[in-house]
C-alpha cells in the first residue's frame, strides 16, 4: 500500500506562482516514476509531469517551460512548482505512481488560477 498526500495548493492570479508537494507513506527510492495529473471541471484527468527513477522529466506542450517537477528521495516527496500560471490550468491537481503494477492516487488539491 501508497498513501500519498497532496499540499500547497490555493487561490492565485494568473502569472502567479505555487508549489506543490506530494508526500508518500513509502519510500520513493524503489518507484519507477511518478506523476502529477490535473482535472479541470468536465472534462478528463491529464497528465502533467512525469519524473522517472533517474531523475528525467516529462511534460506535454501545454506546460513545458512553466512547471517543474523534482523529488526528494530524503524526504520521500514529489513536487510540483507552477510558474507564469493561465486560468486555464485550474483544477485538481493529484500525484500518481504505480507500484507492483497497481496505481495510487493521492486525494488531490485545488488550484484555481484568477483571470
Known amino acids: 500500500q501508497v498513501q500519498l498526500v497532496e499540499s500547497g495548493g490555493g487561490l492565485v492570479q494568473a502569472g502567479g506562482s505555487l508549489r506543490l508537494s506530494c508526500a508518500s507513506s513509502?519510500?520513493?527510492?524503489?518507484?519507477?516514476?511518478m506523476d502529477w495529473y490535473r482535472q479541470a471541471p468536465g472534462k478528463a484527468r491529464e497528465l502533467v509531469a512525469t519524473i522517472t527513477k533517474g531523475g528525467s522529466t516529462n511534460y506535454p506542450d501545454s506546460v513545458k517551460g512553466r512547471f517543474t517537477i523534482s523529488r526528494d528521495n530524503a524526504k520521500n516527496t514529489v513536487n510540483l512548482q507552477m510558474n507564469s500560471l493561465k486560468p486555464e490550468d485550474t483544477g485538481v491537481y493529484y500525484c500518481?505512481?504505480?507500484?507492483?503494477?497497481?496505481?495510487?492516487w493521492g486525494q488531490g488539491t485545488q488550484v484555481t488560477v484568477s483571470s
Open positions: 513509502r519510500s520513493i527510492i524503489g518507484f519507477n516514476a
Open positions: 500518481h505512481v504505480e507500484w507492483w503494477s497497481r496505481g495510487y
